[in-house]
């Protein structure tokens, strides 16, 4: 299925969805509260089947004050590429449900974001830092982290 | 090293020509210690690859030197090859190690990384910059990662340290001869004679302490 | 030692080193005394002579394996190499973990070396070379060879850690099953000499080694032996109690320096036992090779000393086991014990039955005057 | 090593606690909750359960992976990995450094599949910027990215004789792998991080006797595959070691994101070179090897078919290389990439290397990620593993064939 | 964990006790044979022996082991100090240190401090530098007991290009206008500047007179 094929298709599946611009492929924004069900119907519709979860990592966008949340979907079945992403605020800690029930993979790819980004994720069912230790303060990866170790380049 | 090396060695000097029999103890015991350098299977990344496998491997055979008795247990290592990245995770770990290994043991860093953090000295939150900040090294084998002649230099360069920076005399002090050998392209006039003393002074290390 | 050639008509006549100690006790004591010193002097020093040449060995043989050289710059072609690792290793630290049992951390790499050496005791070299040659041997070889894995199993439990324990009753199990086979196959050979004294066993193949004198139940007996022998002294493919990929190093991770060697030295002893007992039950010890009628190449071997017979019987051995070791994977435990249970075990009752037939019947090959 | 782990590890645990409204857990806790179990069912069949630390340092970990085992004698029950030792921050570091310089850090990620992280990053920048390529590089590029499949799939065999107990093994498959990285050397001027392959081109042009000495390789290692098999493959232990160990079916691979050999060998005939062709793989004819069952014995001979196939691959490429330039892009040129976000991925030796970048149309990218292959598949042996022995755990370990410092990233 | 039962199984086929013995015996005889061949042929033995064959022993050429400036014959190289090098480096194991007071152009070099021990050799530095002053030897024996003499000065004099100094009159303004440097000289290295990775009292300060 083309990009435009795909881009029907994903769209009929709920009323809420957009799409991304400036990407190399389709790439759907869903609303969080939504995320399982649609997640849940990426996989499990026939013509969609995205039954790999690639890749899932997250941007902290510093202006626009948002994290966003990106999961790389594959098809094994019809080998088309799907990107998702799920914006949550980046103030306030708030949770995402977690997609373990769709992909395996994603309770590991989630604790990764966990420890790097502090994103939560509801209905986890082993939440912890999974690279750096239990006691880090504070997540690397946010724009905005400080650490008396890290230096910068001098020149 | 119990009884032949803390007790005896006093009770040698005293003796009329005890002096030069300790110093060909000395030399039977370095000659033994630096040819019997049995390393630690430990690697943390590329570096292993190079230091640890293929200088093992038939083309460059760690055996010629007697160390390819590579030994899981830090316990029965002479060696520590620090060969990759130590992170702030691992550094209590390559501690621990370190501690758990029995004297006279020895430690070379190999590669950017261990011996300063290589790339990613700047701008990495978990990166320790450079393995001397936290066990004792003795050798640094610089190169990213280094080939395995390099890594055999930098034997080399331990074995000499062994041979000439050790005594039963003082035990758990090493002197470090300031320069493996000529480092390429300079002559030992070209350094400067303060920066030779600057580093005689600093070239005991006493493991202690 | 060996200046008097024997001829095939005289038969051999074993003196041992206890023999003659008993023998100089009657005409004066403390010459008998400074004699047994010198022996046991001679004893330790073959030991280790004995350990470090195999050290040797086996690098400089499994860098050949490996299409590389082994030990290549202490002395002429690292000739001195075991010198400098064992030098090295006396005068390492010696660490013992502080949650350890002091007392049998300390007894374990102990009794591991002293297993070794009783079983050195009844083995014959020669023979006018051989400690003791006591009419029980095998039986005094098989009960002391069990006393190894005791030392093996204190090491594994006082150095309380995991592995080491995980290791020592690996090995507890390997050698305690295996060892069942190795009885079986040496029962054959006991049974066919109808002694269990070594020098007895010997002088039985005058005519032709068991291996092949008993039709095909020999060389059966032989393999098992091989397999079940290289299991119980923990080579590879049976290095489990130590396999480093899996348990960092066994039963002796938490040994360093000079207990670490003594394991060290009990591990190539028990080489050296095992390939002498090997050696001596299956491929005729100290007898020259003799085939049947041929007169002139029977006295062609007579002319070869029987110690080096012996050496040369021993090393052929020990490089089988080297062999085995830098060419096979290591088996699974589960698969250890199927081996054992399900395919030496019944292979070597069957053997042992036939075994008693063919002695029953007569029927060797060669028939000789045992 | 192993005690003192495990003694840190069993302290009560007060680094667990509450973030908007979800229990984050810790290490400590997630032994403990395993710790209860075991008492459980101590209580239930008269058999205690353990833990044990296999990790950071440990021989058949590859590196510094952390395993904690839950076990029952000798079984496996339950695997908790445990990352991190080599985490070196890279994806906070590639903010910093401009788009040139990533490619270099590539090379540090999966270190035996060098090349192909350089050709991953190189294109992922080259299909951002819309930069087309001469017939020449991409023909290089493959070759050269075969070569390092062969090379890591013979140190993979290699090392996994060692994990199985036969060094022999270990010394040939490093012998022969000597041969490609003295190619490499000669052409790229490293062994093993070589930085090659650089967004635009290649570095350098290939050596003048590249292609003879590749050639020579080819004839020299065909014949050596044959005596792998039958010195390893054939052997009776190892297919008793490998046969129906860390069985992993094709819908839990799929559900787990596992790519590459570990895929393929559950049935799945899922090779980005054949699916989504890049480079001259279009043109080339090689097969996908796949397995049937998904056990540790099925990705033994993925691999070994996958180094039959590369050496196919060569072969139709190496006669005619085209000619042309090495280069298309200004070398001193700073990048900047198109605002927006691009994901391509690639197939490695090890699965699919994705790179994931987020742009701002700055010199630097504001967000860079690196799907690396060996984080997805490293977490297939919890599902592995469990019931199996001590000594499967570390065939299926050796048969994952990971490289660390690429989970850690 | 899943169920288990459903997963396939290889299933190995029973044929008999003793033929699975005897093909196992024989395929263990199969390897112990290929041993025994690399064993029986001293031939194929592959080992490089380093330290004694270090008088023939031959690097490839592009290896990347150390960075050096080039110098042409008279030992003028053909740096401008304009930065380029730095900028490239990934890690900033380059630092261009400029001439507090120029003597003809406008920049020149000072100190050209590498560090040895931080360097990854991605060549990017002689690939950027657009008066290829840079180039990568395979020197590879660099070995030090102390982490400071990994800091080289490439340069060997500070000064201005061979090109400026060509222009020059005569041998006397050309030695005025440069001022020699050794490879352990310069204000990174051992003038007490902070570099990351080694820590500050251990650097050495050397008091060079007048400058930086």
Known sequence: MDSAELQVVVGALHSSLTFREKSDRLSVVVPSDQLLSVAMKLRDSEPLSFDMLCAHTAIDWLKDEKIELIYQLYSTKHGHHLMMSVYVSRTEAVAVPSLHTVWQIAQWQEREVYDLFGICYSGHPDLRRILLEDDWKGFPLLKDYKDDFMLERPW | ?209 | MFNSLPNLQVSWEVISVSQRVSTTYGESPILAVVYALAAIVAIILFMSLTAMTLVYTERKVAAHFQCRLGPMRVGWHGILQSIADTLKLLLKEDIVPDQADKAMHLFAPVLCVLAALLALIAIPFSPYLAVSDMNIGVLFISAVSGLGVLGILLGGWSSNNKWSLLGAMRAGAQIISYELSATLSILVVVMFSGSMKFSEIVQSQDQGWWIWRAPVVGLVAFLIFLVASTAEINRTPFDLAEGESELTAGFHTEYSGMRFAFFFLAEYLNLFIVSSMGATLFLGGWMPLHIGNLTFFNQVMDLIPPGLWFALKVSGFIFLSMWFRWTFPRLRVDQLMKLEWKVLLPIGFINLLLAAILTLSGFYFFPGNS | ?409 | MNDTSAQPTRRIPITGYFARIFTGFVSLLKGLKITFHYLSHPSTVVTQQYPENRATLKMAERLRAQLTMIHDDNGYHKCTACHICEQACPNASIHVAERAKPALSKTELDTFIWRLDSCTFCNLCVMVCPFQVLQMKSTFESSVYDQRLLIYNLSRYAGPTSTVLAKQADDEARKNAVEPRSVYDGPTALNGFFLAGIPKELLVTLDRKGEV
Request: aromatic share 8%; charged share 20%; hydrophobic share 40%.
């Open chain 2, 1 to 209: 090293m119990g009884l032949v090396t803390e007790k005896l060695p006093p009770m040698i000097e005293a003796f009329p020509g005890g002096p030069a029999v300790l110093t060909s103890i000395d030399a039977v015991i370095n000659w033994a210690r630096s040819n019997s350098l049995w390393p630690l299977t430990f690697g943390t990344s590329c570096c292993a690859i190079e230091v640890m496998m293929a200088t093992g491997a038939s083309n460059h055979d760690l055996a010629r030197f007697g160390a390819e008795v590579a030994r899981p247990s830090p316990r029965q290592a002479d060696l520590l090859v620090i060969a990759g990245t130590i992170v702030k995770r691992m550094a209590p770990r390559l501690k621990t190690l370190y501690e758990q290994m029995a004297e006279p043991k020895y430690v070379i860093a190999t590669g950017a990384c261990a011996i300063s953090g290589g790339p990613f000295i700047y701008e990495s939150y978990s990166t320790i910059r450079g393995a001397h900040e936290i066990i004792p090294v003795d050798v640094y084998v610089p190169g990213c990662p280094p080939r395995p002649e390099a890594f055999f230099y930098g034997l080399l360069t331990l074995q000499k340290m062994i041979r000439e920076g050790e005594t039963i005399r003082k035990p758990g002090e090493r002197r470090k001869p300031v320069l493996a050998a000529l480092p390429p392209g300079i002559t030992l006039e070209q350094i400067r004679a303060e920066m030779i003393q600057t580093l005689e002074q600093k070239a005991v290390v006493n493991l202690n302490g």
């Open chain 4, 1 to 409: 090593m192993v005690s003192s782990e495990m003694a840190s590890s069993v302290l009560p645990n007060s680094l667990s606690h509450t973030r908007a409204g979800i229990h984050i857990s810790s290490l400590d806790e997630r032994i403990l909750k395993g710790q209860t179990d075991s008492k459980e069912r101590a209580d239930r069949e008269t058999t205690q359960e353990y833990f044990v630390n296999m990790g950071p340092q440990h021989p058949s970990t590859h590196g510094v992976l952390r395993l904690v085992l839950r076990m029952d004698g000798e079984t496996v029950r339950d695997v908790i990995p445990v990352l991190g030792y080599v985490h070196r921050g890279m994806e906070k570091k590639a903010e910093y450094v401009g788009y040139r310089q990533q490619v270099h850090f590539t090379d540090r990620l999966d270190y035996l599949s060098a090349v192909m992280g350089n050709w991953a990053m190189s294109s992922a920048i080259e299909k951002a910027m819309k930069t087309e390529l001469n017939d020449r590089i991409e023909t290089i590029r493959t070759i050269v990215a075969e070569l390092t499949r062969i090379q890591s799939h013979q140190l993979w065999w290699g090392v996994l004789g060692m994990d199985l107990g036969a060094f022999t093994p270990f010394l040939y498959g490093f012998r022969d792998r000597e041969k490609i990285t003295a190619i490499f050397e000669e052409t790229m001027g490293g062994r093993l991080t070589m930085n090659y392959i650089q967004p635009g081109g290649l570095m350098f042009d290939i050596h003048p006797d590249f292609v003879a000495n590749v050639k020579k390789f080819i004839s020299y290692f065909k014949p050596l595959i044959e005596e792998y098999e039958e010195l390893f493959g054939g052997n009776v232990i190892v297919q008793e070691r490998l046969k129906n160990v860390g069985i992993l079916d094709a819908k839990s691979a799929i559900s787990l994101g596992v790519t590459g050999p570990i895929l393929r060998a559950s049935g799945v005939a899922h090779d980005l070179r054949k699916l989504e062709p890049y480079g001259v793989y279009a043109k080339t004819k090689f097969n996908v090897p796949v397995g049937t069952v998904g056990d540790c014995w099925d990705r033994y001979q993925v691999r070994m078919q996958e180094m039959r196939e590369s050496i196919s691959i060569i072969e139709q490429l190496i006669d005619n290389v085209p000619e042309g330039k090495h280069m298309v892009m200004k070398f001193g040129a700073k990048i900047r990439v198109p605002e927006g976000v691009y994901y391509s991925q690639m197939e490695t030796a090890r699965g699919i290397f994705g790179i994931f970048i987020a742009s701002d149309g700055s010199e630097k990218p504001y967000r860079m990620h690196f799907r690396t292959p060996n984080f997805n598949n490293l977490w297939a042996i919890t599902q592995m593993a469990a019931g199996g022995r001590v000594g499967d755990l570390v065939a299926i370990l050796s048969s994952i064939d990971i490289v660390v410092p690429d989970i850690d990233r």
